[in-house]
């Protein structure tokens, strides 16, 4: 079985691809991005994966896999994975059109009998309208969509433990795209293509969903002056029906808000719960600052961000709340200077020990464990509870 990823160079593409290829898979990653793909066949990862550089060294010896910006390279699968995600626009609008149009370029080089499978968040109907553009192409191939359900950063390990859905139109389609998953050992449930992407809509959203309650638990509790850390601990110790209670922070990154705003459009906008939850979530920043303003005169300060990212031991940037504070407190600090120890295409970041020096007053963006025991003769702003002084500003 060979297999061409498309999009196969990013967070989502790259560790299957690998990851294909060490279970014997000959596999190629279809990737745009000629710097990164010229990284990848050096053995060089573009972002951070836990356990993939070893892996990558393995199947490029091995010659199972390559990375390539030729679209030609589709022709020679036998299975096409599209990891072409649904962007949402300025007006929280999703585009349906991402993937198809990338299955429209793809469609010169796919031939008849292959098995195409969606991976990344599409928005619902997209899988059908695939089928409709392949077979008024004349392109008899079998259609899948099979959700990434990965935690970024962590899909070496959970590609090959997490059960797949296989949303899947026919007996042969779900057979041929369990086989795929199945080679890393990882379990399969049979859905259609529609509910495997209501699926992955509610699985992101639901968890957007709880980091919202947190989050206005908190804020209810900050305005009562009440520690919500202390409360938290109260609720969920031995207590096994509110143990999922997440902690309080900026709730962010590349796919809880998306898809939440996917679900929110698929729905007409009826949808009060997803839109609440985003108000609060995207609402934290501004909360913060609004706070820090009534405590400190913020127009003779300077502000140090710690931790870019969107979340703890990435070096993801995509959709970090940190760079919605950053922004708000440009507007009303003196200065705002920042730092993380994993992101690497922001060229303002300065070193930990200078923010350190230079700052008057300290927020934790994102909770790296290296801020763990930061020590600051400034206030530190620590919501995450990331040092265990408890969360109230």
Avoid at 74 to 86: P, S
Avoid at 365 to 379: L, S
Wanted: contains cysteine; proline residues 6%.
């Amino acid at each position: 079985m060979r297999v061409a990823v498309v999009g196969g160079c990013g967070h989502v593409g790259l560790p299957l691809a690998i990851s294909l290829a060490d279970s014997g898979l000959p596999t190629v990653s279809y990737d745009i991005n000629a710097a990164v793909v010229e990284l990848v066949n050096s053995g060089g990862l573009p972002f951070l994966e836990q356990d993939a550089e070893p892996v990558l060294h393995r199947v490029l010896t091995a010659g199972t896999f390559v990375a390539s910006t030729d679209p030609a390279s589709i022709a020679g699968a036998d299975v096409v994975i599209v990891v072409i995600g649904t962007p949402v626009d300025e007006h929280l609008n999703p585009d349906p059109n991402a993937v198809v149009n990338a299955i429209d370029e793809c469609i010169p080089h796919m031939t008849s009998r292959q098995l195409v499978i969606l991976r990344s968040t599409v928005f619902p109907g997209v899988t059908a309208r695939v089928e409709s553009l392949l077979k008024a192409a004349g392109v008899d191939v079998e259609v899948a969509f099979c959700p990434e359900r990965i935690v970024e950063g962590h899909a070496i390990r959970e590609l090959r433990e997490l059960p797949q859905i296989i949303g899947a139109r026919t007996d042969e389609g779900a057979a041929r795209a369990a086989a795929v998953f199945e080679s890393l050992g990882a379990p399969t449930i049979r859905t259609l293509p529609e509910e495997a992407e209501l699926a992955k809509l509610f699985t992101n959203t639901w968890r957007y969903i709880k980091f919202a309650a947190a989050n206005q638990f908190w804020l209810m509790a900050n305005e009562a002056g009440l520690d919500f850390a202390r409360i938290r601990d109260a609720i969920t110790f031995e207590y096994p029906r509110a143990a999922d209670l997440p902690g309080p922070g900026f709730a962010a990154g590349p796919c809880l808000f998306k898809d939440t705003m996917q679900l929110a459009a698929f729905t007409n906008n009826n949808f009060a719960l997803g839109h609440a939850a985003m108000l609060v979530n995207e609402g934290q920043p501004l909360y913060v600052v609004d706070r820090l303003a009534a405590a400190y005169d913020l127009s003779q300060m300077t502000v140090g961000i710690l931790g870019m990212a969107f979340k703890a031991g990435s070096d993801d940037i995509r959709s970090s709340l940190s760079y919605k504070l950053r922004s708000i407190l440009r507007f009303r600090a003196r200065d705002v200077i920042t730092t993380d120890p994993y992101v690497t295409v922001d060229p303002d970041l300065l070193p930990l020990d200078e923010v350190l020096a230079r700052a008057d007053l300290l927020i934790i963006g994102a909770p790296h464990a290296e801020y763990r025991d930061v020590v600051a003769g400034v206030p530190v702003i620590d919501i995450w509870n990331l040092q265990g002084r408890g969360s109230l500003i």
